[in-house]
């Protein structure tokens, strides 16, 4: 017996669930990518995302995945057996960094922990050491979507500063734009990449690369550039020269609209959104905890990311609970990843979401661990629901 007839839910860290509004705008005829109108939707996403971004830099839009963002990332701004230094904090800077090494790029990994947000002062301390300036460029994660970290970007860019090192910070706002603040050229980024299947609304296939003053000086002397990814080459006056190619039109329509939909709700109203929905899921899974099975992987409170919140399990096999969740009660959790495998569960709050979709999602995890008898603190859905009572106001 089930009880999952109707629309799936997917509460996994991307892709998300996209508005119907989204899906729609991509039901229609290409344009010709010769014409204003296509000029005019590429220069309108392109000042959109500058300001998501909150730079003043260039912003790309590129036909690729995350992992191809970081490509044009390394590609514009290294050189051969340039110094790589990777900020861990699970395991997507890592990967950031695996691809650095398989271009030829020398990597460096800050060891950091699963459990944890990166420490600036340990950033900073690294950098003092490296007195000759070899390392080249930084990468760190705004949100670590297997661990759930949150890093405090800003704090790491001053510690940068304080340590008066040259190097280009680079940052993965994949699992946060759109979702928690993030500010480029306040915060001292250089060159910050995102895709579009998790906060953003859209399918995946789009990947955004924004580069400041700084960063477009050193890539003029970077020898890893490749004509698809290369900044330079998307500068020229003909309108294709910014695709590289034909412009993926139907995902640039889609992109429109969600970008329409978090201007209508207002920037601040969607981070406000996050916050609110991403603190029930805490109170949550810190009642559950109290049966000593659920835990958080972030041990510290405020390191635990608005987007995405990674359960551990002890004890438990996850891949239970979620199958439960999936084939009982159609909504489909996060697995755990990397270190985590095996051992946590992952609930998506990023993008299109509200709070039936997430009190429902607490409520098919809550029913789950009774129908498994998965021992966890009564009253979990319960305390979700008397936050947002206590903090959305009439
Ligand atoms: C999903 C994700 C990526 C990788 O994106 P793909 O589109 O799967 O290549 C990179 N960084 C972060 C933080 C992510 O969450």
């Not at 010709?32 to 000042?47: K, P």
Request: contains cysteine; aromatic residues 6%; hydrophobic residues 45%.
């Amino acid at each position: 017996m089930t009880v999952r007839a109707g629309r799936e839910f997917l509460a996994i860290p991307g892709p998300t669930t996209m508005p119907d509004e989204v899906l729609q705008a991509m039901h229609r005829p290409a344009l010709d990518i010769y014409s204003s109108q296509m000029v005019e939707l590429t220069e309108s996403l392109l000042a959109d995302l500058s300001k998501l971004f909150a730079t003043k830099g260039k912003t790309y839009i590129y036909i690729a995945n995350g992992h191809g963002a970081w490509e044009a990332t390394l590609s514009n701004v290294l050189s051969r057996g340039d110094k790589l230094l990777v900020l861990e904090s699970g395991r997507f800077a890592i990967g950031w960094g695996h691809a650095a090494s398989l271009m030829g790029v020398e990597v460096e990994v800050l060891k950091g922990d699963w459990r944890r947000a990166i420490r600036p002062a340990e950033v900073e301390a690294r950098l003092k050491e490296d007195k000759e300036h070899r390392i080249k460029a930084i990468v760190a994660v705004q949100v670590d979507t297997a661990s759930g970290a949150y890093n405090d970007i800003e704090a790491i860019g001053k510690a940068i500063k304080s340590a008066g090192h040259p190097a280009l910070f680079m940052v993965d706002t994949v699992a946060s734009l759109g979702c928690m603040p993030f500010e480029m050229d306040k915060w001292g980024v250089d060159v910050a990449m995102s895709g579009s299947q998790k906060g953003l609304m859209t399918p995946p296939g789009l990947g955004f690369v924004a580069a400041n003053a700084r960063a477009l000086d050193v890539h003029k002397q970077a020898n890893l550039r490749t004509p698809y990814w290369d900044w330079t080459e998307r500068e020229g006056t003909e309108h294709y020269r910014k695709y590289a190619g034909t412009a993926p039109i139907h995902l640039l329509f889609a992109l429109r609209k969600a970008i329409d939909m978090l201007h209508a709700e207002g920037l601040e109203n969607a981070f406000l959104r996050h916050s609110l929905l991403a603190e029930a899921v805490r109170r949550a899974v810190a009642a559950w905890s109290e049966g000593q099975v659920l835990g958080f992987n972030i041990a510290e409170a405020n390191e635990r990311s608005d987007t995405v919140t990674t359960v551990t399990m002890n004890g438990f096999d996850p891949a239970a609970l979620q199958r439960y969740c999936k084939e009982k009660c159609g909504v489909v959790l996060g697995t755990g990843i990397g270190d985590l495998s095996g051992q946590a569960f992952r609930i998506a709050h990023m993008g299109h979401v509200n709070a039936p979709m997430i009190l429902g999602t607490l409520g098919v995890i809550e029913v789950a661990l009774n129908a498994l008898k998965i021992p966890h603190g009564k009253g979990g859905t319960e305390a979700a629901i008397e936050y947002l009572g206590e903090s959305v106001g009439a």
